[in-house]
C-alpha cells in the first residue's frame, strides 16, 4: 500500500512486482490507517492470471467501500477483456459483465489507457477517463527512430487505418493499409450474423423465405500505399498474439521497406510471441509499461518499452484537486 500528502490514498494490488512497481513511479511511503472518509485510488496492472488480478481488485474494492471510503477510483491502465466488447455469435459481452462488476464492488470512477474500443466507457454507471498512449509513442519515434521523416504509417488491417492516419497526420507522414489479410476481422463476428437458429424440416407452412447470404471472401493480401525504401511503422493498440504482425513485416519487406517497427500501448506478447518476433523481420516493437513484460524483455532484445507513469501521476493528481482533465486529452484526435 502507497500514500501520496493532502488527505488521499493510493494502493496497488499485489498480483506482480510490475503493478507495485508502477505504483512507486507514483507514488511512495508506506501507511496503515484508517481510509474512512478518504479518496482511494487503486492501481492495479494485468499479469498473465487476468482473473486474479480482477478478483484481487473486487475484493480490495469492496474492503475499502464497507470501511467508509469516500471515493474509490480503480487505476487500470490496460483494462481486461476489452476485445470481448461486442456479442460474438451467441456469446456474452463479458467486458459489460466486468463493469456491473467493478460498480458493485464500490468502484466509483476509473482511470484507464486506450481502450480497445472506445464505446467501452458506456458500459459504466460512472466517470471513466481514457487516457491516450499516442503522445509517448508519437516521442518515441521521433527521438529513437532514425531518419524518422523517411517512414510512413503502417495500418495492418482496414480497422486500424483511423488510428493509422492520426498518428501519420500528427508526425506528418504517409499512410499505408495492408488488405487481404487471412483473419477473420471483429466485423465479421461481432453482431451474430453469422450464428442463425437451425433450420428444422417442416411439413406444413415454410415460413418466410429470406435471400441467401452469400459467403465473403477476403482478396489475396495487398499494400495500398508505396512503401518501398522507407520504414514502416506498424500500429495498433494491442499487440497480443503476434503472428498478424509477423505476416504484414513479411509483406512489408516483399514491399520494399527496409525497417519495420511496431508500436502498440498494450504488449501482452502472450504464448510465443517472443520467439516469433525474435525470428521475423520485425526490428523492434515498441509497447508502453500498461502490462507486466519483463519475461518477454529478457527472452527478445527486440522488445523496447515506453514508461507512461507520468500521465497516470498526473491524472491521479488533477482527479484529486478537482481539476479539468482537458489537459490531457490536448492534440488527441477523436480517432486515436
Excluded: W
Excluded at 488480478?53 to 481486461?80: Q, R
Excluded at 504509417?153 to 499505408?176: D, H, M, T
Excluded at 526490428?283 to 507486466?292: A, G, I, Q
Amino acid at each position: 500500500m502507497n500514500v501520496a500528502k493532502s488527505g488521499y490514498r493510493v494502493f496497488s494490488a499485489n498480483s506482480s512486482a510490475a503493478c507495485t512497481e508502477l505504483a512507486k513511479k507514483i507514488t511512495e511511503v508506506d501507511v496503515k490507517e484508517s481510509v474512512r472518509g478518504q479518496t482511494i485510488f487503486i492501481i492495479q496492472t494485468i499479469p498473465r492470471d487476468v482473473n486474479t488480478a480482477i478478483m484481487e481488485l473486487l475484493v480490495m474494492a469492496y474492503a475499502l467501500k464497507t470501511s467508509c471510503a469516500k471515493n474509490i477510483i480503480g487505476v487500470i491502465p490496460y483494462f481486461p477483456y476489452s476485445k470481448q466488447c461486442k456479442m460474438r455469435k451467441r456469446g456474452s459481452i463479458v467486458c459489460k459483465l466486468l463493469a456491473s462488476m467493478l460498480a458493485k464492488a464500490g468502484l466509483t470512477h476509473i482511470i484507464t489507457m486506450d481502450l480497445h474500443q472506445k464505446e467501452i466507457q458506456g458500459f459504466f454507471s460512472f466517470p471513466v477517463d481514457n487516457l491516450r498512449a499516442s503522445p509517448f509513442l508519437i516521442q518515441y519515434i521521433q527521438e529513437e527512430i532514425p531518419d524518422y521523416r523517411n517512414a510512413i504509417i503502417v495500418a495492418k488491417s482496414p480497422a486500424a487505418a483511423k488510428r493509422a492516419q492520426s498518428y501519420a497526420e500528427r508526425l506528418r507522414l504517409g499512410l499505408a493499409v495492408i488488405h487481404g489479410e487471412a483473419q477473420c476481422s471483429e466485423s465479421d463476428m461481432a453482431d451474430g450474423r453469422h450464428s442463425p437458429p437451425c433450420v428444422r424440416n417442416t411439413t406444413g407452412h415454410t415460413g418466410l423465405e429470406l435471400p441467401l447470404m452469400m459467403a465473403k471472401e477476403k482478396p489475396p493480401i495487398t499494400v495500398v500505399g508505396d512503401v518501398g525504401g522507407r520504414i514502416a511503422i506498424i500500429v495498433d493498440d494491442i499487440i497480443d498474439d503476434v503472428g498478424d504482425f509477423v505476416a504484414a513485416a513479411e509483406i512489408l519487406k516483399e514491399r520494399g521497406a527496409y525497417k519495420i517497427y511496431i508500436m502498440a500501448t498494450h504488449g501482452l506478447l502472450s504464448a510465443d510471441a517472443p520467439r516469433l518476433i525474435e525470428e521475423s523481420a520485425i526490428d523492434e516493437v515498441v509497447v508502453t509499461n500498461t502490462v507486466p513484460h519483463e519475461v518477454q524483455k529478457l527472452q527478445c532484445p527486440k522488445i523496447k518499452t515506453v514508461d507512461v507513469s507520468m500521465i497516470l501521476a498526473e491524472a491521479i493528481r488533477r482527479i484529486h484537486n478537482g481539476e479539468s482533465m482537458a489537459y490531457l486529452f490536448r492534440n488527441i484526435t477523436v480517432d486515436d
